[in-house]
C-alpha cells in the first residue's frame, strides 16, 4: 500500500485522513514548536521505558508539573532552613544548661580537703581515709553541702555596726549525697557552745570566744559577711568538712517561700500558741512564721521542742517540693526569685542548674533530718547546749563516709 501524497489529496481528505502516528523506518516526524518536550526526542526510541499512566500528561500539563516540583522545592528548602534553626536554637541553650550544669558542678565540691578528727581518731590522705572502732572509712567525696540560716531580724543589714546584726536562730547543715541520692538535714541547735570569732564594730577581727554559734551573724555586714562568719564556725564544728553554699532567710521570707509552693501540710508535735499536738494544718502567710518561730522561754528545752516544729516543717517543704520539680523543673527557680528579696546567698544560676538536674534525673532523693545529742542547761536566762561529742562524731562518719573494711 502506497501513502497518497499532499498533492494528490483534496483540500478536507488532508484534514481527516492525516497519519497520525506512522513512521517509516528511520524516520522522524517534525515536531510542532508549541509541542516540545522529552518526550518527543525519547519515544523515538525503542529503549525508551513506558511511564506510568498516572505521569502521562500533554505538554502543558508537564510544564505545570515541572513548575510545581520547583514550587515544592522552594518549600523545602524553606522547611530544612527552619528545622535547622530550631535545633540551633535548640542547642544553644542544652549548650548553655550544659555548661551551666558542669560549672555548678565544679563550684559545689571541693577540690581538696583537710579533714580533722578528734583526739585519738587517725586520718590519713586529708582526712580521704579515717580509722575508728577498727574499721576503715573512706571520704564520700559526691556530697556537696549547703548551709541555711534564719535569721531573727525583718530586714538584713539594716544596720552598720558588727555585732548588731542578728542572730541565726536556725542553723541546718545540709548534705546532699549525689551517688546514693539522699539528703540529709542536720539541725544545728541555736545554744550550741563553740568557739565564734569576734569583729570590732568596724569589722576588725578581736578574738575568739566560746559562746552560742547563733552569736556567730551578728559579727558581720548583716548579709555575706555574717554569712562567711557562721559558715566558718560551722565548718570547725563539723571538723574542716567544706561548705561551699549557703543560704540566709530573714523572718518575711519564711511567708514568702512558704507562699510560694502554695502552703505547706504539717502535723504539729507539741501544742504551743494556737497549734495543738497532734493536729493537721495547711500553712499559709504568717501562720508558717509562727509555728517554725515560736517558743517559750521558761525552760531549758524551749529550742529542742522548737527544732523539732522546724523538722516537721522542713521534711514537709522538701518532701512537696521535689515532688513539684518532678513536675515544673522551674519550681527552684521560682522559690529562689521568691526568696530573693529576704535572702543572703552566694546560690547561683549554675548551682541550682546542676541541684536541679540532680534531683530530676536522679531519682526522688530520700530525705532524713538528724539532731545533734547533747545536753542543755540554763546559764541565768540563757540556754547553753553542749554536744556530746562521741555520739556527733558517728553521726559526721554516717553522713560523710563509707565504711570499706
Known amino acids: 500500500m502506497s501513502i497518497p501524497t499532499n498533492q494528490e489529496l483534496t483540500k478536507g481528505e488532508e484534514v481527516n485522513t492525516r497519519p497520525e502516528d506512522i513512521r517509516l523506518t528511520g524516520e522522524r516526524l517534525p515536531v510542532e514548536q508549541e509541542d516540545t518536550t522529552v518526550k518527543d526526542d525519547a519515544e523515538d526510541y525503542i529503549f525508551l521505558k513506558p511511564k506510568r499512566a498516572k505521569h502521562r500528561s500533554t ?27 530550631i535545633l540551633a536554637i535548640i542547642l544553644i541553650f542544652a549548650g548553655t544548661a550544659l555548661y551551666l550544669i558542669f560549672k555548678g558542678q565544679s563550684e559545689l565540691f571541693p577540690d581538696d580537703y583537710n579533714i580533722t578528727a578528734p583526739k585519738g581518731v587517725q586520718v590519713d590522705d586529708g582526712g580521704r581515709y579515717v580509722h575508728y572502732n577498727g574499721h576503715t572509712y573512706r571520704l564520700n567525696e559526691s556530697v556537696t553541702n549547703l548551709l541555711f540560716m534564719g535569721v531573727d531580724k525583718r530586714d538584713l543589714g539594716d544596720v552598720s555596726d558588727y555585732g548588731t546584726q542578728g542572730q541565726a536562730d536556725v542553723i541546718v547543715m545540709m548534705a546532699y549525697d549525689t551517688k546514693h541520692k539522699k539528703i540529709t538535714m542536720i539541725n544545728v541547735p541555736r545554744d550550741l557552745m563553740t568557739d565564734v570569732p569576734i569583729y570590732t564594730a568596724d569589722g576588725v577581727y578581736s578574738t575568739t570566744k566560746k559562746q552560742q554559734i547563733c552569736l556567730a551573724y551578728a559579727y558581720g555586714d548583716g548579709k555575706d559577711k555574717s554569712c562567711d562568719n557562721v559558715k566558718t564556725v560551722v565548718e570547725r564544728l563539723f571538723y574542716n568538712m567544706p561548705v561551699k553554699t549557703y543560704f540566709a532567710l530573714d523572718m518575711d521570707g519564711i511567708v514568702a517561700v512558704n507562699d510560694s509552693v502554695g502552703g505547706v501540710d504539717v502535723v504539729s508535735p507539741e501544742t504551743i500558741e494556737t497549734f ?15 509555728f517554725v518561730r515560736a517558743r517559750t522561754h521558761d525552760n531549758a528545752q524551749a529550742n529542742l521542742l522548737r527544732n523539732e516544729r522546724q523538722k ?9 517540693m521535689l515532688k513539684a520539680t518532678k513536675k515544673n523543673l522551674s519550681v527552684p527557680v521560682d522559690v529562689f ?6 535572702s543572703a546567698t552566694n546560690l547561683s544560676a549554675s548551682r541550682i542548674s546542676f541541684l536541679a538536674k540532680e534531683v530530676t534525673l536522679g531519682g526522688n532523693p530520700k530525705t532524713d533530718i538528724k539532731s545533734i545529742a547533747g545536753d542543755t542547761k540554763l546559764n541565768g536566762k540563757y540556754a547553753e547546749f ?15 563516709y563509707d565504711m570499706v573494711n
Do not use: D
Open 59 to 85: 505538554a502543558s500539563g508537564t510544564i505545570r508539573r515541572a513548575k510545581k516540583r520547583k514550587k515544592m522545592k522552594t518549600w523545602k528548602k524553606f522547611l530544612i532552613g527552619f528545622v535547622c534553626g
Open 276 to 290: 495543738v499536738k497532734g493536729q493537721s494544718y495547711h500553712l499559709m502567710g504568717r501562720q508558717s512564721e509562727r
Open 312 to 320: 516537721v516543717y522542713a521534711t514537709s517543704f522538701m518532701s512537696g
Open 337 to 342: 526569685n521568691a526568696s530573693a528579696p529576704y
Open 386 to 400: 553542749t554536744l556530746k561529742e562521741k555520739e556527733f562524731y558517728e553521726l559526721f562518719l554516717s553522713v560523710y
